[in-house]
Every structure is written in structure tokens, then in C-alpha cells.
């Protein structure tokens, strides 16, 4: 990976080179995270034989960087492949076809050991507190594992770390003997970032980190993310179908629909000027919280078409209002539409 | 506003009131549990208009749900009771029907949607079948008639193909498909009220725009009266006209949308409002400010103490709170909250 001009997106190479300006993130130099051309297709197996009869396009062609202490919001309806990225990313799945870098070095195909160095700058927080720690550990011993993989120390220094850990996140280092469903949830969510901090990750995924938490404890966790990345220069990828959520806690969006990014921008522009007709429709669907506000609503119509089969030409186009012929055979390349603004259809 | 009736909830309404559909009065249902007693709903009262959209809002163990549980009476026993109160549908006191009155009510005027389409539909049954079903059991009708209007009921809540959809079981529909089948189902008897417990909340957001659509759609052509249960604050601005907040089983404040949005009077309502991240294009002023966190966890509802459950998470508590839960009183007009100190809170943030 060379330093100089790294086009913050990669475009798949059949399609139209965009104009030379890359997205600057942040923090500038080598992206934290570089994904480009990130594909995976599922494999569907029927039969005695067990042939494989199709593929699921979870992800098809997925680029975008990260830069040092910046946050990128992915966001998506269901099925659009944004939690396949996460764990891609984090190789609990294999991609299909793209490249990843982390700090400039490609880890893609990197074998188990080979990856471990790189693992520990890379951690993932899961949406659903209950069942992503072990019923039987001790909340200490949970956010002390990585540190016994990836570290040598004695056990007290260990508990030290565990326990700078625990008051790092807001909980009490009494509670470091307790077991998980001595939690409630907002406080299970907190050793799950514990547990992600343990190491000092560069990259932390949340994969809907708060969407099973009640509004008042979602307000707690992302202010609690939101503290960490400023102390810590933390990066993150996080993947959410909050909006809102996904506006307040990010510098940059993309917006995903079956397997592929659709728009890709700085979230006040994705707020502000949308033109992606899904981002619109996403927009658009929000409710709004309050009742002075009344806007004209076009409710899109329609279901999500399976990615077992999805649309030919671009994807969006059995539910666009807008879409035209061409929509329905050609697939629209994202372009950079202007600096920064990335969009991939036809009639923008 | 039409849905603002003149006799409260609280004060003892008269069993008679014509302009209400239905009237819950102080309805207690306890759970006995190996963990001790809990007060799951602890004397909640509302009363709905004809064709109105009732919001109940609250997080997840604040009783919304097994409030409208208690009014389908659909409450199990053991381990949960309803232990006191009424609900009276145009003046008949669900409670005190025998189980086989009550099955001619539920479905026929009163019925549910549930969160969960995937787990409240059966599995092994055509979809025209189950919403056939309650047409053959409370109306009386053929077999063949019922899967006719079954189909029409379909073709309203907006499922292309009706009839080839009629001869599917659930799996072979998708999240948003189903719930418009479940709405179809609770809608074929024409009832009076329908409850629908977080329709949208396992559904993805422009799915969910077109089922409360779909919903506030037949409420207008049908004179249905909705209970919303949810805890998005977004979804009730946008289809209530009338909103309850429980906290901790019990009812916390009241009034019309407009009003508990402009003026929210008790702080877990405020804090409610200022926790949610909201977009741009909601936001009068620029910028993304920090969240406003409510500190603390919900507590559980059992050994509740006779204090404000809400005190120990609230910044305004004093002595007063920490000693006594405050009466639920009408702080502005048709403005109800149960608070001490909700004159000064209000002041306090509008000054």
C-alpha cells in the first residue's frame, strides 16, 4: 500500500473512473481501515449432494476507508448486507472477492496467526447484550480474555487492567465478580465495550450496539462511545438501521441496499441534500418526534426484493418512483458527484 | 379536539358515557412470582373515544404491554392476575364476563396485533384460513364465505394477489406481508377497538411507514379506535392524538399529542425527549448536541417503594419525592401528571 493518494473509495473496475478528488477523512494519511471492492456471496446448498443451486449477494462490491478517530455510519434495512461487512471485516466470515487493509496492510488473505497481530487492533461490539457473553464467566474474567490471549501478565496485573476497565466504562470494579444476568442491559452493553476496549483497538465495529437497549440506557451507551473515540482516538464502523442514532454518533454515511452502497457522503450533506431516491425514502420513513411537525409523507412502496435474486441493472429500481428503463438494465456506477458525495444512480 | 371527552379517567366515569368506546378504570394486575409479588400494572385508568388513536408509551417493563394484555384478558394465570379495576366496552365490564362471553368479544370487538407477526401467526395454517376463522366462530358465516372475505380483507390491507396469498402459510411472506395479514386478521370482525402492541418495531423503517399508514388508513374508513402501545416517541407524534407515559406500571402523565410534546411535564417524559437523537431536518437548531441521559436502570417492579418510582433517577427529586408517590393530578388544562414538582420543572425548562 503506498501512503500517497489513496483514493478514499475504490471503485469496482468496470465501472466509469470518478473524478480524481478523494474524500478526505478527518485525520488524513493511511485510512484505519480500507475496504474496497468487498464482495460475499452465501452459497445456497439443496439436494442429497448438497449442490449449490444459487447464491445470496449479502455483499456485492462494497468500498469505502475509515481514517483515524473517525466514525462511519452504515446504514440499512435488513438483509442490505451491512452486518455480512462487519463481520467480514472482522473475519468471522470470509469475503468472496475485495481487499481490506488495516493501516495500510493487506490482511485479507492472511492466515489465522498471521492475523492475530492485526486482530487486536480490530474489536467488535454486538448488538444483543444477552446472549454475546458467556452465561458462566465472571463479568471480569469476560473482559479479561483478550487480555490473556493477546498479553502476558500475571493475574493481578490483570485485574488491575480489568478493573481501570470497568471504571473506564461507567461500571464499578465491586462488580467485577458478578455473572452477566446480574446486569441489566445498558450495564451488559458496557462490558461488551469494556471487553472491546481491553486491548486499545484502533477499529471498534459495533454492529447495532444500542438497538436493543431501551431510549434512556441508548442515550447512556452512545454518550459513553461518543467519550471513548474523543480520549482515545478510537475509529469505528458503525453499522445501524437508526438513522438518527447513525446521524449523532457519525462523521461519514454510507447507505447500503441489497449488498451495495448506494450513497456515501459526510452526514450533514446526506441529511441536508440526499439524492439517492433510497436515501430519500429512508429519510423520508423516519418518524418524527414531534407533532408540530408536519411533513408531506411518501411512504415507498413494496418489500425488499431477496438478495437470492436481486433486480437486475440497479437494485432499487422495483420500488424507485423515478426509475426509467435504463434503470432496469444498467448498473449504475458510484460516482462522485461532487467532492465527497458519492451516488450511484442513473438520474443524479 | 374531538377525542378530549368531558368526563376523566379518573374521576369515577359513569359506565354510561356514550362518547367513549372504552373506559379502564383503575385496573391493578399483579404477577405472583417465586421473586415476590409484582405490580406489573398498579391502578392505570384511560379512557378512549370512538375512532381515536390512544398512544401508551413507556420502555420495556413500564406495563404498556400487559396493560393490553389485561384488557384482552388474555393475562396468564398463573402466574399473573387481574386483581382489580374495570374495563368497560360501551359500558360492559370485560372482567366480569365468564370466559366463554369473553371469547365471543375478543376478535369480534376487541382484538390485537402483536409485535411479533412471525410468532402470533400459526404456522401450519393457510393465512386466508386464520383470518377466516374468527368470521366462521363469531359470525356465524360458511366456510367459503369466510375465505371470500378473508380475500377482501386481504386486498385492504394492501397484499397484491389476495387470493393466492389466502392459500400461503406465514413463512412464505415477508415481515411487512405478514403484519398486514395479522391487521387483516384482527380487522375482519369490524371491532370496535384495536390494540396493536409495537406493530412496527420488528419491522424496517419503510415498512414500517407503510403499515402505520395502512393503519391510520382503515381506522378513517372502518371508526376503529386504536390503542398504540410503543416506545417510539417518533411513531406516537405521528399517529396518536392522545398519549398515556407509564412508568413503572404506573400511569406518569397525559394529555392530547401537541400538548405533551410542547410541554412535557414529568421529568421522565422530559428526559424521554431529550434522550433520542434526532435528524437534521427535525432539529430547530444547528449542530448535534450531546444526549441528555436518564440516569440509572428501570427499577424492577417488585418491592417497589411507596416513594416516586421515578426519584431515584430523576434530577429534581427531594425528601417530599424519596417519601410519598405524588397524587396524578390535572396540572394544566386536560394536562395530567403525577408529579410534586412539575410547576417548577416546567418553569425551569421554558425559562
Excluded at chain 1, 440506557?217 to 464502523?237: E, H, T, W
Excluded at chain 2, 402523565?253 to 421529568?267: I, K, Q, W, Y
Aim: aromatic share 4%.
Amino acid at each position: 500500500m503506498v501512503e500517497t493518494a489513496t483514493p478514499a473509495l475504490v471503485m469496482p473496475k468496470r465501472e466509469t473512473p470518478a473524478r480524481e478528488t478523494p474524500i478526505e477523512a478527518p485525520a488524513l494519511g493511511v485510512p484505519v481501515l480500507e475496504v474496497s471492492g468487498l464482495s460475499k456471496h452465501f452459497p445456497v446448498r439443496k439436494g442429497v449432494l448438497r449442490r449449490t443451486v444459487g447464491h445470496v449477494y449479502a455483499v456485492d462490491g462494497v468500498s469505502f476507508t475509515i481514517g483515524a478517530g473517525e466514525t462511519l455510519g452504515l446504514v440499512g434495512e435488513s438483509g442490505c448486507g451491512k452486518t455480512t461487512v462487519g463481520r467480514t471485516i472482522m473475519r468471522l466470515i470470509e469475503p468472496t472477492a475485495g481487499s481490506i487493509h488495516l493501516d495500510g496492510h493487506d490482511v485479507t488473505r492472511l492466515g489465522k496467526t498471521e492475523f492475530r497481530p492485526y486482530r487486536r487492533q480490530l474489536q467488535i461490539i454486538f448488538q444483543d447484550p444477552f446472549s454475546s457473553l458467556n452465561p458462566r464467566k465472571r463479568a471480569g474474567d469476560i473482559v479479561g480474555e483478550p487480555l490473556k490471549i493477546h498479553e502476558a501478565l500475571s493475574r493481578g496485573e490483570r485485574r488491575e487492567r480489568v478493573s481501570a476497565l470497568f471504571e473506564r466504562v461507567g461500571l464499578r470494579r465491586a462488580q467485577m465478580d458478578n455473572f452477566p444476568h446480574q446486569f441489566s442491559g445498558g450495564q451488559r452493553q458496557r462490558i461488551g465495550v469494556a471487553r472491546a476496549l481491553a486491548l486499545n483497538p484502533k477499529l471498534i465495529i459495533g454492529d447495532e450496539p444500542v438497538s436493543a437497549l431501551d431510549v434512556s440506557i441508548q442515550a447512556q451507551v452512545i454518550n459513553l462511545l461518543m467519550d471513548l473515540q474523543r480520549d482515545m482516538k478510537l475509529s469505528y464502523l458503525f453499522i445501524s438501521h437508526n438513522l438518527a442514532v447513525v446521524e449523532h454518533i457519525s462523521h461519514r454515511i454510507a447507505v447500503m441496499y441489497l449488498g451495495r452502497i448506494v450513497e456515501y457522503t459526510d452526514k450533514v450533506t446526506l441529511f441536508t441534500r440526499p439524492l439517492h431516491p433510497y436515501t430519500e425514502a429512508l429519510l423520508a420513513a423516519v418518524p418524527v418526534p414531534d407533532p408540530a411537525i408536519k411533513r408531506v409523507k411518501r411512504v415507498v412502496q413494496g418489500d425488499v426484493p431477496s438478495p437470492l435474486k436481486p433486480p437486475p441493472g440497479c437494485r432499487f429500481h422495483t420500488r424507485c418512483p423515478y426509475a426509467e428503463a435504463r434503470c432496469r438494465v444498467d448498473v449504475p456506477a458510484l460516482r462522485e458527484v461532487e467532492r465527497g458525495h458519492h451516488v450511484a444512480c442513473h438520474l443524479r | 379536539m374531538s377525542i378530549q371527552a368531558a368526563t376523566r379517567s379518573d374521576s369515577a366515569a359513569p359506565a354510561t358515557a356514550t362518547d367513549h368506546v372504552l373506559e379502564v378504570e383503575d385496573l391493578q394486575t399483579y404477577f405472583y412470582t417465586r421473586g415476590g409479588l409484582v405490580k406489573a400494572v398498579d391502578g392505570v385508568s384511560f379512557s378512549l373515544a370512538r375512532g381515536a388513536t390512544l398512544a401508551i408509551v413507556g420502555e420495556s417493563g413500564c406495563g404498556k404491554s400487559v396493560t393490553a394484555l389485561s384488557l384482552m384478558r388474555l393475562v396468564a394465570d398463573p402466574p399473573g392476575r387481574i386483581i382489580g379495576g374495570a374495563v368497560r366496552l360501551e359500558g360492559v365490564d370485560l372482567l366480569g364476563l365468564d370466559e366463554a362471553a369473553m371469547r365471543d368479544i375478543r376478535g369480534n370487538q376487541i382484538s390485537m396485533v402483536f409485535q411479533e407477526p412471525m410468532t402470533s401467526l400459526n404456522p401450519v395454517m393457510t393465512i386466508g384460513r386464520q383470518i377466516g376463522e374468527a368470521l366462521i366462530l363469531h359470525q356465524r358465516m360458511s366456510n367459503k364465505a369466510a375465505l371470500r372475505r378473508a380475500i377482501e380483507m386481504l386486498q385492504l390491507v394492501g397484499i397484491p394477489e389476495p387470493e393466492q396469498r389466502a392459500k400461503e402459510y406465514p413463512h412464505q411472506l415477508s415481515g411487512g406481508m405478514r403484519q398486514r395479514a395479522m391487521i387483516a386478521m384482527a380487522l375482519a370482525c369490524n371491532p370496535k377497538v384495536l390494540i396493536a402492541d409495537e406493530p412496527t418495531s420488528a419491522l424496517d423503517v419503510t415498512i414500517q411507514a407503510q403499515i402505520l399508514e395502512l393503519i391510520a388508513k382503515l381506522q378513517r374508513e372502518l371508526g376503529t379506535a386504536v390503542i398504540l402501545i410503543t416506545h417510539d416517541l417518533g411513531v406516537v407524534a405521528e399517529t396518536a392524538e392522545r398519549v398515556i407515559v407509564m412508568y413503572a406500571g404506573r400511569k406518569v402523565e397525559e394529555a392530547s399529542v401537541g400538548e405533551l410534546f410542547a410541554r412535557p411535564l414529568h421529568p421522565y417524559t422530559r428526559g424521554l425527549m431529550n434522550s433520542i437523537p434526532r435528524l437534521a431536518l427535525m432539529r430547530q437548531e444547528a449542530g448535534q448536541q450531546r444526549l441528555q441521559e436518564i440516569p440509572g436502570i428501570v427499577p424492577a417492579l417488585s418491592n417497589l417503594p411507596q416513594a416516586c418510582t421515578f426519584a431515584p433517577r430523576c434530577a429534581f427529586a427531594d425528601d417530599k419525592c424519596r417519601g410519598q408517590f405524588p397524587p396524578y393530578q390535572e396540572k394544566r388544562p386536560d394536562h395530567w401528571a403525577a408529579c410534586w414538582h412539575s410547576e417548577g420543572i416546567a418553569e425551569k425548562a421554558n425559562g
